[in-house]
């Protein structure tokens, strides 16, 4: 959990208020004045950074305490989280082309394919012709593939509900407040530009 920066002193700017004065009465104050926002933006990123490193590896752990999680209630699932996450992201779009899945999972196109040739045997998802491009292979899910897609996020669902039963209730409001700001942190990272494919 992210604590909330605290109050950053401004460092003094008067150091030299007993010195003689060089500049019009009131030049030295608004100089000051003007130097305290900055002086106080350098010190808010210092203490941000540790906090940004911290919301990283909370992110991770929680990563991790899931799957372990999901395996521990689920252990005769055998696809692989990158295997589910493609099915994931087919539901979401169905009639992907491979190039467009490659994309939105910021993935290489050959490793799509990889993923889509292992899932093809236990008949997970389909190759059909893309409705604009009769020469062009579109994905989709068969029923198969979309009850694993509902398993996975029931799973996943029933997991965060025990979890979450286990925290404080103020806790419990916190992680409420947290999830807007989690959802546009999740936007503002697949619009990041330049992602490695």
């Not at 305490?65 to 493609?86: D, F, G, N, S, W």
């Not at 236990?122 to 062009?136: E, K, Y």
């Not at 916190?174 to 619009?191: F, K, M, Q, S, Y």
Request: proline share 8%.
């Amino acid at each position: 959990m992210i604590e909330e920066l605290g109050p950053v002193s401004p460092q003094s700017a008067s150091a030299h208020a007993d010195e003689p004065r060089t500049t019009e009465p009131g030049a030295g104050e608004l100089d000051a004045g003007a130097a305290q926002p900055a002086q106080q933006q350098t010190a808010e990123n210092h203490t941000a950074e540790p906090q940004i490193a911290g919301l990283s590896e909370s992110i991770a752990r929680l990563r991790r305490a899931m799957r372990r999680a999901a395996r521990t209630a689920e252990p005769a699932k055998t696809l692989t989280v990158a295997q589910l996450e493609l099915l994931s992201c087919l539901a979401e779009h169905p009639g992907s082309r491979p190039g467009e899945l490659a994309k939105m999972l910021r993935l290489a196109p050959n490793t799509v394919t990889t993923l889509i040739n292992a899932l093809t045997p236990h008949d997970l998802v389909s190759r059909t012709t893309a409705d604009n491009d009769r020469r062009a292979v579109a994905m989709r899910l068969t029923d198969a593939g979309e009850r694993a897609v509902r398993d996975w996020q029931e799973t996943n669902a029933a997991i965060l509900s025990s979890a979450v039963g286990e925290l404080s209730p103020a806790q419990q409001r916190v992680l409420g407040r947290a999830v807007p700001a989690l959802e546009a942190l999740a936007r503002a990272i697949d619009d990041l530009p330049g992602a490695p494919v």
